[in-house]
């Protein structure tokens, strides 16, 4: 029988943590530069401009070499299931082993202009949405525009929770298909005087199984065939760290991630 210590749990989930960050943050840059070499194609015969592009395919390369070697000796199947096994014996009052962080420590907060951090994200995307033929829209109700424009959030965190979601969408998402963010203020039930900041990202992409929506949060859990299962994981790590929650529902339509974070 194959058995993982907390130890080793805890440094495979830090390793894959940082992969998959690191990826994200890498296809990022290359959005960006391929918006700079659509505006200025002079750009290619630049020896500089050769060489970032050999730095980046290098650096996937390690990234994939990484990857391939921790997933020999910790498969992710076997992960999910000693992570579950750990969480299941822990003590009611602990955390698992895996994303447990204190938000006072962990969180850098600050007010930040959330409006501004999502267009600037959706331009960084704006090469790959065009590549897959997908539009990426944003829409705002007029209450919810001045708290989103001196938002207090770790804007660092907040910004790695919308990378998650837009890829996580743009890979769900056929060619033709829409991605939607919609902003909006929400009172909760009894508490008129606490408003939230409801954010909807929404995808016309494929129907989630309903025997797999309440999985998709859970770290290392994956349906995608190269897929790390740890975005949403991480998601639900980082708007709970802020105080909120984030729930998904899929139908015909496509699949909505929802939400709701408190203003202050």
Request: charged share 20%; net charge negative.
């Amino acid at each position: 029988m194959n058995y993982i210590n907390t130890t080793d749990i805890a440094a495979s989930s830090v390793f894959a943590r940082a992969n998959h960050e690191l990826r994200s943050c890498l296809a990022l840059i290359q959005g960006s530069l391929q918006l700079v070499e659509s505006s200025h194609p002079q750009i290619r015969l630049s020896h500089h401009w050769k060489q970032i592009q050999e730095d980046l395919k290098n650096a996937n390369r390690i990234l994939n070499d990484l990857s391939d070697y921790i997933h020999t000796i910790y498969p992710p199947e076997l992960l999910i299931s000693e992570c579950s096994a750990v969480r299941e014996s822990a003590p009611p009052d602990e955390p698992g082993p895996v994303n447990s962080f204190d938000s006072e420590q962990f969180l850098q907060m600050e007010y930040c202009d959330l409006y501004d951090l999502v267009q600037s994200l959706c331009s960084s995307f704006a090469s790959e949405a065009s590549r897959r033929d997908i539009s990426i829209s944003v829409h705002v109700k007029p209450d919810a525009l001045s708290a989103m424009q001196s938002f207090y959030c770790d804007p660092a965190r907040i910004r790695r929770v919308f990378i998650n979601l837009i890829k996580n969408a743009m890979e769900a998402s056929d060619k033709g298909g829409r991605i939607t963010i919609s902003f909006s203020l929400l009172y909760r039930s009894g508490e008129a005087d606490a408003p939230c900041l409801s954010v909807d990202v929404a995808n016309t992409g494929s129907v989630i199984d309903p025997d797999v929506l309440p999985y998709i949060f859970q770290p290392f859990f994956t349906t995608k065939e190269n897929g790390s299962g740890l975005g949403l994981s991480i998601v639900r790590e980082l708007i709970g760290l802020h105080g909120g929650t984030v729930r998904a529902d899929s139908d015909e339509h496509g699949t909505t991630f929802h939400i709701l974070l408190p203003l202050d």
